[in-house]
């Protein structure tokens, strides 16, 4: 297949594939005119390079994933002796890396809410009309939450023409409706 049914089926783009490929983790033919081609197989490699990457990986973590990435990958890597030079010797410092990650995240996230604590969903807000635009409705004198208001805020955005919400879901968030599209109903 060439590259871009490879990406067309495995959600990436070609400049991934071209990456991947000068990172030594795809392998690709030519055709007599020059152009990329790969096998079936392929298609499972990229799938499993792309979800080692949502774990976290980076593409110098993958190499070390080599053997597994033409097969399924396991849903747990068992340790073994022998696979200290490989996925097991690039865990540990990606855990600790996440672990910094998170610690710096959490201390930006409760500085943030020490200053501005009605961020919180639990925190009762009252907006004034004014604060709301002229909409007004059920909302009118009503002393609600964080959360209370995005449902208005999304109710808001609707009546203005924005045809596309769909639901986005955040890690560590509940999924919300959110506009990802700033189209008009109209066109």
């Given at each position: 297949m060439l590259i871009g049914e490879l990406a067309a089926r495995t959600g990436t783009t070609t400049r991934a594939l071209r990456f991947y490929e000068e990172r030594g983790l795809l392998v690709s033919g030519r055709t007599s005119a020059g152009y990329r081609t790969f096998e079936e197989d392929a298609v499972r490699r990229v799938r499993n390079i792309r979800e080692l990457l949502w774990l976290g990986f980076t593409l110098d973590d993958v190499l070390a994933f080599l053997p597994y990435l033409d097969h399924e990958v396991p849903e747990?890597?068992?340790?073994?002796?022998?696979?200290?030079?490989?996925?097991a010797r690039v865990g540990p410092p990606r855990v600790a890396e996440l672990n910094r990650r998170i610690a710096a995240l959490t201390e930006l996230r409760d500085r943030l809410l020490t200053r501005m604590p009605w961020l919180t969903d639990d925190v009762p807000?009252?907006?004034?009309?004014?604060?709301?635009?002229?909409?007004g409705g059920a909302m009118d004198g009503h002393i609600g939450t964080?959360?209370?208001?995005?449902?208005e805020a999304v109710a808001d955005i609707r009546a203005e023409g924005v045809a596309d919400i769909r639901t986005e879901v955040v890690p560590g968030n509940r999924a919300e409706k959110v506009p990802l599209r700033y189209r008009s109903a109209a066109g």
């Open positions: 747990v890597f068992p340790y073994e002796p022998r696979c200290v030079t490989g996925y807000c009252s907006r004034t009309r004014a604060e709301r635009g002229s909409r964080m959360a209370d208001i995005r449902t």
